[in-house]
C-alpha cells in the first residue's frame, strides 16, 4: 500500500467509527415498535407552581382532542401520543422543559406554553431545533412577532392583547359607563404588562381617565398599602391585569378595605381557584375578557363541554378549550402536510384557513395570530357567566 492509499484507508476508518458513535453504535438494537409509527407531540405547560390550574386544563383538553383523533383512526394513518413536561410556571423552567421535549423526546411539534413569559422562554429553542410550537393562550404580541419580523416556528391559539385592551377599555367607557380608572399590574408578566398599556391607550381614546397606575409581582401576598393608595385615587373602577392566584387576594383584599366599585380584568383571571381565593362574595361586580364562555349556546361548544364534563367530571375553562383547539391546528396541519416532518407541519400551520374549533374559526393573519372574537364573563354568585361577545 501506498502511503497515499494508507492514509486514505486510515480517514475512511475514522470516519466509519464516528458514524457508528454518532449513531449511537445501536447497530444491533431495533427500534420499538410503537414509537416508530407514532407521532409524538410534546406539551409544555404549567402543571405546578402559580399558574398550575392553566397547565392542567390545557392537558385535559389536548388529551380530550386526541382521543378523539385516534378513536377515528389518527392523522395519515398513525397514532398520536402526548408527551407532557412541567415548566413550573417559571420561564427559565419552560426553556428546560423544551428543550427536553425537542432533543430527549423528539416530538416534531410542541403545545404550550400557556402564559406569554413562558411562551417567550421556549420559542428560542424551537427555532433553533425549527420545531414548531403552538400556545393556546399566550396573548402578547411578541410570541409570534418581534422587532417587525414573524417567528417561522411560533403560532398561536388565541387572539392577542391589543385586541383583548381595547375590549375591556371599551367594556368599562361604554358598557359600564365609567370616566376614570385605576391599573393595578402584575410587573413580573410580560403579558401583563402589554395587556396593562393596551388598556390604557384604548380607554384614553375612548375618553377615559387614568387617575392611578400601580404595580405589584406574582408570589406577594399583601396588597393592603398599595390598595389603600389607589382607592385615594377614588377611581370608578380598578383594572387588574394579572392572573388568579395574585388577582384573588388582590380583590378580596380591596373589598375588605371597602372598595366596593367594579373590578376588571383579562383572561388570566380565569381559573376555579378565583372564586376559592377571592370568595365569591368579593367577586360581586367583578369582570373579565375571554377566549370562550362554557355557557355559550355554540353548537361546538355545548359539543365540547358535555364531552369534557364526561370525561373530567368538570367545567372545563378556556385553557382547555383552547388547549383541545391548538392540538387541533397541529392534527390538521399533519393532515395537510401529509407528513410529520417538523418543517412541513410548519409550512402547513401557516397555511392555516377556516379550520372549525371549539373557540370559533381559526384563519391565521400573515403575524401567525387567529382573528377571533372575545368573550366578557361577569363573576356572578360565584359562577362565571356570559356577558356579552365583542367581535374583532
Ligand atoms: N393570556 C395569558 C398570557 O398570555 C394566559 C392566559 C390565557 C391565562 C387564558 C388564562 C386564560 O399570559
Known sequence: MSKKTSVYWALALTVLMLASVVAGCGGDKKPAPAAATDIKIGANWELT??????????????????????????????KITLVVADNKSEPSESTNAITKLITQDKVVAVLGA??????????????????????????????????????????????????????????????????????????????????????????VKAGGKVVSKEAYLQKDKDFKSTLTKIKAANPETIFVPGYYEEVGLIVKQARELGYNGPMIGGDGWDSPKLVEIAGKDALKNTFFSNHYAADDKDPAVVKFVADYKKEYNQTPDALAALA??????????????????????????????????????????????????AVVIEVKDGQLVFKEKVNP
Not at 401529509?338 to 384563519?363: M, Y
Open 324 to 373: 383541545f383547539d391548538a392540538t387541533m391546528m397541529i392534527v390538521d396541519a399533519i393532515k395537510r402536510a401529509n407528513s410529520a416532518e417538523p418543517q412541513k407541519i410548519r409550512d402547513a400551520l401557516e397555511q392555516t384557513k377556516g379550520l372549525k374549533v371549539v373557540s370559533g374559526v381559526i384563519t391565521l393573519d400573515a403575524n401567525h395570530n387567529p382573528v377571533k372574537s
Open 49 to 78: 407552581g402559580g399558574q398550575a390550574t392553566f397547565g392542567q386544563s390545557s392537558v385535559n383538553g389536548a388529551k380530550l382532542a386526541l382521543k378523539e383523533v385516534n378513536a377515528a383512526g389518527g392523522v395519515i394513518g398513525k
Open 114 to 203: 400557556v402564559t406569554s413569559s413562558n411562551t417567550l422562554a421556549a420559542s428560542p429553542v424551537a427555532h433553533a431545533n425549527k420545531i414548531p410550537f403552538v400556545s393556546n393562550t399566550a396573548t402578547n404580541p411578541k410570541v409570534t412577532v418581534e422587532d417587525g419580523k414573524v417567528k417561522p416556528f411560533a403560532f398561536r391559539a388565541c387572539f392577542i392583547d391589543p385586541f383583548q385592551g381595547t375590549v375591556m377599555a371599551n367594556f368599562a367607557s361604554k358598557s359600564m359607563k365609567v370616566k376614570t380608572a385605576a391599573i393595578y399590574v402584575d410587573q413580573s408578566s410580560d403579558y401583563a404588562k402589554g395587556l396593562a398599556q393596551f388598556f390604557e391607550e384604548g380607554f
